[in-house]
């Protein structure tokens, strides 16, 4: 059968002063499916013998081949947040019609920014000022917390000691880490307005040359661990992974790609995945070899997920216990003395093994189920129980920047991690409701997705408006710098999932105008300074415009019940809070919690264990055969049906809180 092909792709683009280039294919997508004289169309379940219907709900996939200025195609796959972005728009589209939204004329372009210096510049390769240079140092430390971990500290604040009191006697290659150090803390410095640290930054940033990257260069001139990469040795890998850092910091997503694996692969040379190769070195480098080796398995989940690209690192090539740490204190005193940063760090690989499971079992083989949707939630839903105290999200309002930043990176990349796992759920809800709607009514037929699918759905929801809250809090805070791109995303990420759910209605929720208003503060902070935020921006409030002239016709939402909620899923007890979040019940006692707890997963009073052992299975091909604009008639009656409800309460996914308020 022929397969005709469109230009049906996604991307968050160059901005509008970028030269364009020329028009070229973008991508491709199979044309909407349709039913042929004598034919049945393709069945959306199958049955099985094992354990009661084997439901195939559809989950849909796209080849994204996205242009970026240099007018080469790269490649984005399923799990990025650009692919999630794409199926909104052909969504939307097709009940709704065009709207800047959808007709973006720069939705086939990905973002690489590109960096200019003035021409004849000269190099001095000097050092700033000590003052200058703490602070700047001070800022790469606090805004890396929980993510990465590249230097023995006590080793490093000796040796930028020696760098201004004997100059001479440096190695090239400490002055290349030492400059790409101060880049990173220029880029992420977020000071409190007024403080003498913030004027200096302010100054830096004001000069008409962009200072981090006269730091970049420098790194690259000074010792550039490029050249001669085969043979890197360890500080080479240290320098290749805060350049990716850099390059990410500064929207150059791809080149950071690229970064990264050489750092892995010199990695891999040196033996930093095996445990055994440890005894080789003394106990102080030790501890720095694995702490580097966490950070790149960290920032490997990290860009796999959010580019959609397989992942470098194989968790079965390493030592079992290389990524594992010491056991985080329950003490909450002696927590508070232990090194943050570190304990950020373990916490991080955790997700980060998580995230990797979810990749390699979900998006790369393209089908996700509800069975192996419940076995990765159990292995989430410890998680939380092994978390530091001091990294739990309710210390995050009387913390440091340090300690908040930390708390924030750490809680993210948890909840990113849930919402990779429900999202496939969430969309194929979405997509079979909008699809059910634009047949006509002759079509519709009761709703038959499982509840267990429906939790999966809402832990979805739950999860991106917990994003928000978190990342609004460190914006309130005052500690939120403007250009981490981790964050930029994770809020991109959650934001789409708020406002699609908003213009969908699958999912009660509390105060989703807040939520999104939220986000949407934090993103014009954000693009300021950030392009890729600027971008974002854009999409962000043109998806909120076509969702708030939506909004009206649905009425106010129709929450379930606090009483059937609990009964029916778990016992008071079971009820715990989550960040921002206001029980509409005051009788139930606040509980105090770990960020996200899961929980577990009961089965609701008068639900069979029968029906929740149906494994509804979705494959991701069929999600993207979205026809063209719908009728009007068929518009009209989306616009007017309501949110989706269901004749029970919908339960909170292993015990995740249910609904989130906005504070």
Same mark, same amino acid.
């Given at each position: ?367 996700? *189920?509800?069975?192996? &949707? =419940?076995? !990765? +939630?159990?292995?989430?839903?410890? /998680?939380?129980?092994?978390? $530091?105290?001091? #990294? ?5 309002? *009387?913390?440091?920047? &340090? =300690?908040? !930043? +930390?708390?924030?990176?750490?809680? /993210?990349?948890?909840?990113? $991690?849930?919402? #990779? ?243």
């Amino acid at each position: 059968m022929g397969v005709k092909s469109s230009l049906k792709t996604d991307a968050v683009d160059q901005d509008a002063s970028s030269k364009e280039s020329p028009a070229r294919p973008v991508g491709l997508s199979p044309p909407p499916l349709e039913d042929k004289p004598g034919e049945k169309a393709p069945s959306m379940s199958r049955t099985t013998t094992q354990s009661g219907t084997d439901e195939e709900a559809i989950m849909y996939t796209h080849t994204r081949m996205l242009q970026d200025p240099s007018g080469r195609l790269l490649y984005v796959g399923d799990s990025a947040t650009l692919s999630f972005l794409q199926l909104m728009r052909m969504i939307v589209e097709s009940v709704d019609g065009p709207s800047p939204f959808t007709t973006d004329p720069r939705r086939h372009r990905i973002l690489e920014n590109s960096l200019r210096l003035p021409q004849g510049l000269r190099y001095s390769h000097l050092l700033p000022d000590r003052k200058t240079a703490n602070i700047l140092v001070t800022s790469y430390l606090i805004n890396t917390q929980g993510l990465l971990e590249v230097f023995d500290r006590p080793a490093f604040y000796s040796t930028l000691e020696s760098s201004y009191s004997d100059p001479l006697s440096i190695d090239p290659s400490w002055l290349c880490l030492l400059n790409l150090v101060l880049a990173i803390g220029l880029v992420l410095a977020s000071f409190a307005p007024g403080t003498e640290e913030a004027e200096v930054i302010n100054k830096l940033r004001n000069d008409p040359i962009d200072r981090a990257e006269i730091f970049y260069l420098n790194a690259k001139k000074i010792s550039d661990p490029i050249s001669g990469f085969e043979e890197a040795g360890f500080w080479s890998i240290q320098a290749l992974l805060l350049m990716t850092v850099y390059m990410l910091a500064v929207s150059k997503r791809n080149a950071a790609f690229t970064l990264f694996g050489m750092a892995v692969r010199s990695a891999f040379a040196l033996g930093l995945h095996r445990e055994e190769t440890m005894v080789l070195y003394p106990l102080e480098e030790r501890d720095m070899r694995r702490n580097l080796w966490r950070s790149l398995f960290v920032f490997d989940r990290f860009l796999s997920a959010s580019m959609g690209r397989p992942m470098v690192i194989s968790e079965d090539d390493c030592s079992e216990d290389i990524l594992k740490g010491p056991e985080p204190s329950t003490n909450p005193v002696e927590d508070a003395y232990a090194d943050i940063s570190v304990m950020g760090l373990l916490a991080s690989v955790k997700s980060a093994q998580i995230i990797g499971d979810i990749l390699r079992r979900i998006y790369q083989k393209r089908k996700t *189920s509800t069975r192996l &949707a =419940q076995e !990765i +939630a159990d292995a989430c839903k410890i /998680l939380p129980t092994t978390l $530091a105290p001091v #990294l739990h999200w309710r210390q995050a309002a *009387s913390s440091s920047p &340090a =300690q908040g !930043i +930390a708390i924030l990176h750490v809680n /993210l990349l948890y909840y990113h $991690a849930i919402i #990779l796992l429900t999202r496939p759920f969430f969309l194929f809800v979405l997509h079979a409701e909008v699809n059910k709607i634009g047949k006509g009514p002759e079509h519709h037929r009761p709703r038959r997705t499982a509840r267990r699918m429906e939790r999966f759905v809402e832990a979805c929801v739950v999860s991106s408006t917990h994003s928000i809250t978190l990342i609004h809090d460190a914006y309130s805070g005052g500690y939120l710098p403007q250009r981490n791109p981790f964050v930029i995303y994770f809020l991109f990420a959650a934001a789409l999932i708020v406002l699609s759910n908003e213009f969908s209605g699958v999912c009660p929720s509390l105060n989703p105008r807040s939520c999104i208003d939220s986000a949407i503060t934090v993103m014009t902070y954000c693009a300021e300074s950030d392009p890729q935020a600027q971008r974002v921006l854009y999409i962000m409030t043109t998806f909120r415009d076509v969702v708030s002239s939506r909004r009206a016709p649905y009425g106010p939402r129709q929450l379930p019940s606090v009483d059937n909620l609990v009964n029916s899923v778990m016992p008071y007890s079971a009820i715990e809070d989550s960040p921002g979040m206001i029980l509409p019940d005051a009788s139930l006692a606040r509980k105090e919690s770990l960020p996200g707890d899961l929980g577990n997963l009961t089965t609701p009073t008068g639900i069979s264990e029968d029906s929740l052992a149906t494994d509804e299975a979705i494959d991701f091909d069929t999600l993207w055969n979205w026809p063209t604009h719908t009728s009007v008639s068929a518009a009209s009656a989306y616009h007017t049906s309501g949110p989706v409800t269901s004749n029970h309460s919908v339960p909170p996914l292993l015990g995740m809180p249910a609904k989130h308020d906005m504070r």
